[in-house]
């Protein structure tokens, strides 16, 4: 490559957010972004040429991933590694390693990791805030956690609706374990607590953990709770299995768990019991599990994300939610109930919608489901002080739809790629809109990694 390439790309390997490392044959470090110096706590270039385990005296050969990597001549993909930096903190990072090879032989190896001391941090605080609201003989009715929703708030009139709200709710008598799919912002989440709420299990702890937000090992500590000692950092903690004793544990998006963690899943499920990571006796839990997925059903199988014999554990009884678009008629029923609830809330005297408006409601796709609708009138109610809600209020991505009918005019043809990053901009803008700016909602919703949405916002300059 011509070196004013080389250069460049070095420098954008500054402004990223994950670390970056190179080391060569010897194990020296002959490379390091701003972001791996930033975490690991080195000072300019001073660990340049200085072997790895020189600098990171916690690490040894076995646990080095670039080492290994080396060694092993193969790659290591998203693990985890906890080490002590320059300064004395503790810091979790995931790393991916990947030999460098020249010819046959291997010259070095090249990291890229993901600091998550921060993201760890907060996961045991949230474990330990549920295990001091879940203190045995402590009622927790005292204590506001977040919403508490039951069949009451589950707005829906359809057919499809009234058939589901029968069959949770015959789900909340029993015990078995549930399974709820549906996209982004169907109101699966609703079900799950509407379901708890109802069960003879209301008094004990509803807990809800999102399985696709946290590495593998952390998830598994998460859940089954860990032993002093059995790993860097390790304490005597409980997990969410243990809190949720005698209550219901709500494992979100169970499609992402990873496939190992699933394995000890089936086994605390089919057992009624836990074993703590790193301890060698078991302890006996009583939770009722509800899991949610939100991919097709079909495609959950046939691509193995998930193992066959959990799905079928735990796949008792279903409960599939339409999208938004597919039961329409609920709609002036939502917005109406949306209309109020934020008329309340923002002190607001909307009334209704304007045909126009309806007939722009009933049309639109809605990506993002009742979730979206809601927004769309929160954030009206808190704009605008009117009695009925015109065209003219709508947020953005609306605005289009009423012209839907209007033959397509290009005004100007415009090169290829400059009208493609435009239309991608506006895509995402639109998502973002209708995710109330929120990132990880919006990245469902165009079905890409959020980290790539990031980097596209970043890149596209856009403004939210
Ligand atoms: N039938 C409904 N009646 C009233 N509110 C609803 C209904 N469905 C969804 N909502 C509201 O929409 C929002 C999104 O619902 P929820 O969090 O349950 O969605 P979800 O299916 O879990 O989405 P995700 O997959 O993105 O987590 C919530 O504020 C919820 O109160
Ligand atoms: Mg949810």
Not at 55 to 71: A, C, D, F, H, V
């Amino acid at each position: 490559m011509d070196d004013k390439y080389y250069e460049s790309i070095i420098k954008i390997l500054d402004y990223i957010d994950e670390g970056i490392q190179i080391i060569d044959d010897k194990g020296r470090i002959i490379y390091y972004n701003k972001a791996a110096r930033l975490f690991d706590g080195i000072e300019g270039e001073t660990a340049l040429g200085r072997h790895i385990l020189e600098i990171y005296p916690s690490l040894s050969y076995e646990t080095s991933t670039l080492i290994q990597s080396m060694e092993t001549m193969s790659t290591i993909m998203d693990k985890e590694q906890v080490f002590i930096n320059y300064k004395g903190d503790h810091i979790t990072t995931i790393n991916s390693s990947f030999p460098i090879k020249a010819g046959k032989k291997i010259v070095g190896a090249v990291e890229v990791s993901k600091n998550i001391t921060q993201v760890k941090a907060l996961s045991e605080k949230i474990v330990h805030l549920q295990s001091t609201l879940h203190k045995p003989g402590v009622k927790n009715q005292n204590v506001r956690t977040n919403e508490k929703y039951t069949f009451m708030d589950i707005i829906g009139q359809t057919n499809e609706m009234l058939k589901l709200k029968t069959l949770a709710f015959k789900a909340s008598q029993s015990d078995s374990p549930v399974m709820i799919g549906g996209n982004t912002g169907t109101g699966k989440e609703l079900f799950v607590q509407a379901i708890h709420y109802a069960s003879n299990r209301k008094d004990k702890p509803f807990i809800a953990q999102n399985c696709a937000a946290l590495p593998v090992n952390l998830l598994e500590s998460m859940l089954f709770g860990s032993v002093r000692g059995s790993f860097t950092g390790a304490e005597n903690r409980p997990g969410l299995f243990e809190l949720a004793d005698g209550g219901t544990l709500f494992l979100d998006e169970i499609n992402s768990m990873p496939l190992e963690l699933q394995a000890k899943l089936l086994r605390a499920i089919q057992n009624n019991n836990i074993r703590r990571v790193g301890a060698t006796s078991t302890i006996d839990v009583d939770v009722r599990i509800i899991a949610a997925f939100n991919t097709d059903i079909n495609e959950i199988l046939s691509s193995g994300q998930m193992r066959k014999d959990l799905f079928y554990r735990l796949n008792v009884i279903t409960l599939i939610i339409p999208d938004l678009k597919d039961r329409k008629d609920d709609i002036p029923l939502l917005v109406k109930f949306f209309i109020e609830k934020y008329n309340k809330k923002r002190n607001k005297f909307i009334t209704d919608l304007s045909n126009e408006v309806t007939d722009i409601f009933m049309r639109y796709d809605w990506p993002g489901n009742v979730r979206e609708l809601e927004h769309t009138i929160e954030g009206i109610a808190s704009i605008y002080d009117i009695d009925i809600i015109r065209e003219e209020h709508l947020p953005y991505q609306f605005k289009t739809l009423n012209k839907k009918s209007a033959p397509i005019k290009i005004n100007k043809i415009k090169p290829m790629k400059e009208a493609l990053l435009e239309a991608e901009k506006k895509l995402i803008v639109d998502a973002l809109q209708s995710s109330n700016q929120n990132i990880s909602q919006a990245s469902k919703l165009l079905k890409i990694p959020r980290q790539t949405l990031q980097y596209r916002i970043k890149k596209l300059e856009i403004h939210f």
